[in-house]
């Protein structure tokens, strides 16, 4: 007999207890809604411990609704600052236009904001209990059963629970797991088994804090975001001050064709090749500091331990869960950086399995889990599919063909009306949790219908009613 969701209230023994694998941004997120849903969960981090590597993030009225239900959107709002445009401009730093986001201010109830993802993340992470974060633990394998699923790591020590969420990034080692089995058994699509693509590579850093003397621009009460498009050359170089006055910079490399990266290490993202990345752009030109300063200028005030060469990979996968494990966040939807949204669609992941993992029935069996897996795929895939087309729409900002220029030119000479249509888009997906006080909602395009809030709104209250 299938087990109801409409079971009444459960006690925090009957909890499904979660694994999380991955303790970046959109684990620590899924973990911190678990922990004010008062559901089981362990995140378990294959590093010793979390370098703030990174650059910078793009959020605003997508995550502020459930930053305001957590009580840290305050805190938010201090490690970040408000982002009304980015410049464009060629790469001498001459002023090409700008692409203005403040209508989105109105449009979500809040400000579009930038900070860089060590803030974010330090953020979050104050939130989670320690005790909960195991640091050091690289999964070596999964074991799953009609009752339960076991993690084993590296280091020989087992961890057991009734789910395991893979948060564990692009070369996620779940999916890898998830995927094997299911290629095993036939029931993997051809399009899910395959390496990921990418066309660019890029070198990301954020400088320490540098002086108002010869940063003047450090005391601006806004974000100054200065994209740089080469010509003649395959870079692209971007900077964004911070409020702890920093500045974020990356540059990118295009590729004329797509490239395939395997699940292996090699030399190609080693230090050394880090380090000559950064000889290849340092003569770049840039608008912030003092007259005459380059990419160099940063890279040289950058500690060099925080200066990371990644791969941007762009792939959704159609396989999300299969049995007791799910996917999450860049594990299963791996979207270009310049679309500024990855770190937020981990957070609404985040999201929406928090609020059906929230309506699990005492012990649940294979079916029950699968049952609100399902839930969170129809609702989730696709938003990430629509998140995806974004961010290759605004990855044309920077590329290199012939596309990206004429998407330049047009964006340049759009009308404010189209410009307007196009943000609306941008400003309707603004998520809450249905297991904490709802906030009110002011922006003025309707927020979109978020299923997943709905329905288990429905399933709590059913819970609370007196018995017929």
Request: aromatic share 8%.
């Amino acid at each position: 007999m299938a087990q109801s969701l409409h079971a009444q209230s459960l006690s925090a023994q009957d909890r499904p207890t979660v694994l999380i694998v991955g303790g970046g941004v959109g684990g620590l997120a899924l973990g911190l809604l678990l922990e004010r849903a008062e559901v089981p969960y362990s995140i378990f981090e294959r590093a010793a411990t979390i370098k703030p590597l990174g650059s910078a993030l793009a959020m605003g009225a997508s995550v502020a609704s459930l930053f305001r239900q957590l009580g840290i959107y305050e805190q938010f709002t201090q490690l970040s600052l408000v982002s009304h445009k980015v410049n464009m401009r060629d790469q001498h730093c001459v002023f090409d236009y700008s692409v203005d986001f403040s209508p989105l201010t109105e449009m979500g109830g809040s400000e579009p904001r930038v900070t860089s993802r060590p803030a974010v993340y330090d953020l979050l992470q104050r939130q989670v209990p320690a005790e909960k974060i195991n640091f050091n633990k690289k999964v070596a394998s999964l074991t799953t059963t009609d009752t339960g699923v076991r993690l084993t790591c590296t280091d020989g020590s087992e961890h057991e629970g009734d789910i395991v969420v893979g948060a564990d990034g692009a070369n996620s080692v779940v999916r890898r797991e998830l995927f094997a089995r299911l290629k095993e058994k036939g029931q993997l699509p051809n399009s899910d088994d395959t390496l990921l693509p990418y066309d660019c590579i890029c070198v990301v850093g954020q400088t320490g804090p540098l002086p108002l003397e010869t940063f003047p621009e450090m005391q601006e009460a806004t974000c100054q975001s200065n994209q740089m498009v080469g010509v003649g050359n395959p870079y692209t170089w971007i900077t964004f001050t911070t409020k702890h006055r920093t500045i974020c910079w990356m540059a990118l490399q295009y590729f004329e064709e797509t490239k395939h990266k395997g699940e292996d290490v090699s030399t190609e993202w080693g230090p050394e090749a880090t380090e000559a990345m950064c000889i290849a752009v340092r003569d770049f030109p840039i608008p912030n500091g003092p007259a005459g300063s380059t990419l160099g200028t940063l890279i040289d005030l950058t500690p060099k331990d925080l200066i990371s060469k990644v791969t941007l990979e762009e792939k959704v996968f159609q396989t999300w869960f299969s049995g007791r494990i799910v996917l999450m966040g860049d594990a299963c939807h791996k979207l270009s950086p310049s679309g500024g949204s990855g770190a937020a669609t981990a957070i609404h992941d985040a999201v929406c399995l928090a609020n059906w993992i929230n309506v699990l029935p005492a012990k649940p069996g294979v079916e029950a889990i699968e049952r609100v897996f399902h839930e969170y795929y129809n609702e989730r895939l696709p938003i990430a599919i629509e998140q995806f087309r974004k961010s290759q729409y605004y990855a044309m900002t920077s590329s290199k063909t012939m596309t990206a220029a004429v998407v330049r030119f047009v964006q340049r000479r759009m009308p404010r009306w189209l410009w307007i249509m196009i943000l609306r888009k941008t400003a309707v997906y603004r998520p809450q949790v249905s297991f904490l006080p709802l906030v009110k909602d002011s922006g003025t395009v309707p927020a979109a219908p978020q299923n997943s809030l709905i329905k288990t709104l429905e399933i709590l209250a059913s819970r609370k009613a007196p018995d017929s």
